[in-house]
Structures are given as structure tokens and as C-alpha cells.
């Protein structure tokens, strides 16, 4: 009887593993998670809520999702530092295997990131730069930032030859005296980190193009 038990509980055991490995096969992401985590996702599926306190495990950057209270839709994505993305087009977890909008949600992030990267590089030439880098999330600023700063020599190079790297150099040091009043003033807690992660990047900028001058 013990020996039978064993078999059985051995077998129990493998098609549980089994089945979770199908969940895994369609959102890998469910690799990061234990069994037992698993279980628990996939057990109260119907509530897709309760996924929330397992997010931060699947998605490195997000800390959860915002449901709207009515429809369940989720509509944007939160950070552990309290930054919100919103979503390009809505997620319905309604009625849907927990993988399959999982799935659904990572590739809506992937194209939500995208989509405000694009917005925010655009808004970089329509606003001033110190209100700029409040407006959106710190990563974003972080990559458009560089991206703009290697236009901007790219054209002083063009435009000006080897006057360039001293026109740029100005441009720098005044972009780090407007980002030095700044910090001074009144920052919420997210805008001085990125201010802060910001002016370092800054800073390397300025010192690689004094070495040009």
C-alpha cells in the first residue's frame, strides 16, 4: 500500500509539473515564479486581481497594474518607485487564461515603452529641457536625453567643423547651470532622482567634449 501511494503521488507530481510547464512554455515569465506561486496564480484565475502581488517578479520594472474599477481593463503600468506608463491600448483580462494575458501585457508594454519614447523625444524640441525632464518617466529621459545630445553634436560637427565641440561644450555647461537651479527648488522625490541620474550622464558629456575643444 505505501509503495502504491508513492507511485501515485510520484505520478500526481510529475503531471503537475507537467501541466505547469505548458503555462511556462506559453509566458516564459512564469519561469521566475516557483511552483507553488504558480499554483496559486492558477488557482485563483478567475480573480485576476490577485496576480498583482506577483508582478513584481515577472516584470522587473513594474510593481503592478492599474485595473479599472468597473471593467477590470488595465490601463497602465506602475513602477516601484510610483512611475505610471500608460498603456497604447487597453489589456482585457476578462475571461482569459491568466498566460494568455500575460502574453498580452508584455507585448503591450513593449509597445507602450515605445510609444512614449517616441512622444517624449518629440517633446524634448517643444518644451524647455528643465521641464521636460519632469514631464516624463526617468528612464525615458535618460534615453532621450542621449539620443538628442548625439544629434546636437553630430549637427554642430556638420554645421560648424572644429568651432563644433566648442559650441556644444557651452551648450552643455549651460544645460547643467539651468539643471543646478533646478535641483535647488521644489522637486517631488521621482523628478530629483532622475534630475540627479541625469546630471551625472550630463556631466561625463561635458568632460568627453572639453577633451574635443
Known amino acids: 500500500r505505501f ?12 503531471g503537475l509539473s ?40 515577472c516584470f522587473e520594472g ?6 479599472l474599477e468597473s471593467s477590470l481593463l488595465i490601463d497602465r503600468l506602475i513602477s516601484p518607485e510610483g512611475e ?13 487564461s491568466v498566460e494568455i494575458w500575460m502574453v498580452e501585457l508584455e507585448d503591450m508594454m513593449r509597445i507602450s515603452v515605445k510609444d512614449i519614447m517616441a512622444k ?10 528643465s521641464e521636460w525632464m519632469q514631464t516624463w518617466p526617468g528612464m525615458v529621459v535618460l534615453n532621450a536625453s542621449q539620443m538628442h545630445w548625439t ?5 554642430f560637427f556638420i554645421n560648424y567643423g572644429i568651432k563644433g565641440p566648442s559650441m556644444m561644450f557651452k551648450r552643455c555647461v549651460d ?11 521644489h522637486l517631488s522625490k521621482q523628478a530629483r532622482t532622475t534630475v540627479g541620474a541625469l546630471t551625472v550622464i550630463d556631466v561625463h558629456a561635458r ?7
Open 3 to 14: 509503495i502504491e501511494n508513492e507511485f501515485l503521488l510520484e505520478s500526481i507530481s510529475k
Open 18 to 57: 507537467d501541466y505547469l510547464e505548458t503555462k511556462r512554455t506559453i509566458f516564459a515569465r512564469f519561469y521566475f515564479l516557483s511552483n507553488d506561486e504558480l499554483l496559486s496564480i492558477l488557482s485563483e484565475s478567475k480573480d485576476v486581481t490577485l496576480v498583482q502581488p506577483h508582478l513584481k517578479k
Open 62 to 67: 513594474i510593481d503592478k497594474v492599474n485595473f
Open 84 to 96: 505610471e506608463i500608460l498603456l497604447s491600448n487597453k489589456i482585457n483580462p476578462n475571461n482569459k
Open 120 to 129: 517624449a523625444i518629440i517633446n524634448y524640441n517643444e518644451i524647455s529641457r
Open 151 to 155: 544629434i546636437e553634436m553630430e549637427e
Open 175 to 185: 544645460q547643467l547651470a539651468d539643471m543646478t537651479i533646478l535641483v535647488r527648488g
Open 207 to 213: 568632460d568627453v567634449i572639453k577633451k574635443l575643444v
